[in-house]
């Protein structure tokens, strides 16, 4: 039967961006900050039916490919590994260099009259300064080879295509291509703002927010045509032009993290933030399955 009035426009998306939408009300008036979750409440809540119903439909199959959910989440863990790892590894090395580079320097008023140990310092100093610029290119060469490799393997489990070595060799390329030009905005970001950390931090993590949104076109572009430049101009291209297409995919992704957050912030401990990482990881696996083929369809488009 053919539903009329009221009941054609009431859909799950748009009941659950009702209630986001108090939420986040009651929250603004608690003084709480829920800018963001009030505009995915009006996001949702006012998503055509249609688009609204594929977009939790989407949501839905996402989480019931539990087998590509997982194997993508080990696949993520391995990459975020290597990250902590390498991080932690290169930070003790340069922590050693620096020790040794300090017990060796004399910033006396004999040391500044000495030139013998005046060339001992600026020797110090230039090892200090090619081991922190060599620990930086490390870092980033073991990071973007190792999201190559994880990225590489993680679409095509969520697009069931043929994982082979060409593919793999292919993406590796990619990822490094990918992730050079973005080595010029955080550079112009990092000396434009070297004199207020805070602010770069801020700045650092919300650009490389963009890189994230703008990797998500590129990849599954990638997967698509199998061509570097093509993968990156497209991807960047459709990124701007199309972004908002994702807002109310987006809005849904938004609800469930915040929802989760604050059920987390309620299990003490260690075990809660054992937790909480556990959740990040499939919740980002999640995420791809979820968005990825959205993205292809609308890239298609």
Same mark, same amino acid.
């Given at each position: 039967?053919? %539903? !009329? ?8 998306? !748009?009941? #659950? ?18 800018? @963001? &979750? ?8 006012? =998503?055509?039916? *249609? ?10 199959? =996402? ?13 993520? *863990?391995?990459?975020?590994? *290597?990250f902590l790892i390498s991080g932690y590894g290169i930070l003790f090395a340069l922590n050693k260099v620096s020790q040794n580079v300090i017990a060796g320097t004399s910033i006396t008023q004999q040391a500044m009259l ?7 310092? &600026?020797?110090? =100093? ?14 980033? @060469?073991?990071?973007?080879? *190792? ?12 697009? !069931? ?11 590796? %390329? ?18 434009? &703002? ?9 700045? #650092? ?21 199998? %061509? #570097? ?24 992704? @938004? ?33 791809? @399955? ?5 993205? !292809? ?5």
């Amino acid at each position: 039967m053919k %539903k !009329r009035g009221w009941q054609q426009h009431l859909t799950a998306t !748009r009941g #659950i961006g009702a209630v986001t939408l108090v939420i986040a009300i009651l929250s603004i008036i608690a003084g709480a900050e829920s800018k @963001l &979750l009030l505009a995915a409440g009006i996001l949702l809540l006012s =998503a055509p039916s *249609a688009y609204g119903k594929r977009t939790l439909d989407s949501a839905i199959h =996402a989480a019931s490919r539990g087998k590509d959910l997982i194997i993508t989440a080990l696949a993520d *863990a391995a990459y975020w590994a *290597a990250f902590l790892i390498s991080g932690y590894g290169i930070l003790f090395a340069l922590n050693k260099v620096s020790q040794n580079v300090i017990a060796g320097t004399s910033i006396t008023q004999q040391a500044m009259l000495s030139p013998e140990l005046a060339a001992q310092n &600026l020797a110090g =100093a230039q090892t200090l300064l090619w081991s922190i610029g060599g620990g930086l290119l490390a870092f980033w @060469l073991i990071c973007v080879t *190792a999201n190559g490799i994880s990225r590489g393997y993680i679409w095509p489990v969520i697009f !069931r295509k043929t994982y082979n070595k060409k593919f793999a060799r292919s993406f590796l %390329k990619l990822t490094l291509a990918w992730w050079a030009l973005w080595l010029i905005p955080f550079g112009i970001l990092a000396a434009a &703002l070297s004199k207020n950390p805070e602010v770069l931090t801020f700045s #650092i993590i919300a650009l490389g927010v963009v890189a994230m949104y703008f990797s998500l076109w590129v990849h599954v572009i990638f997967i698509e045509k199998q %061509k #570097i430049g093509k993968s990156i101009t497209l991807g960047i291209a459709n990124g701007l032009s199309k972004f908002y297409l994702l807002l109310v995919p987006a809005s849904l992704a @938004l609800l469930i993290s915040v929802i989760a957050e604050n059920v987390f912030r309620l299990i003490p401990g260690q075990f809660g933030s054992a937790i909480n990482i556990l959740f990040v990881i499939l919740f980002l696996s999640w995420l791809r @399955l979820y968005l990825g083929p959205i993205v !292809r369809d609308v890239s298609e488009e």
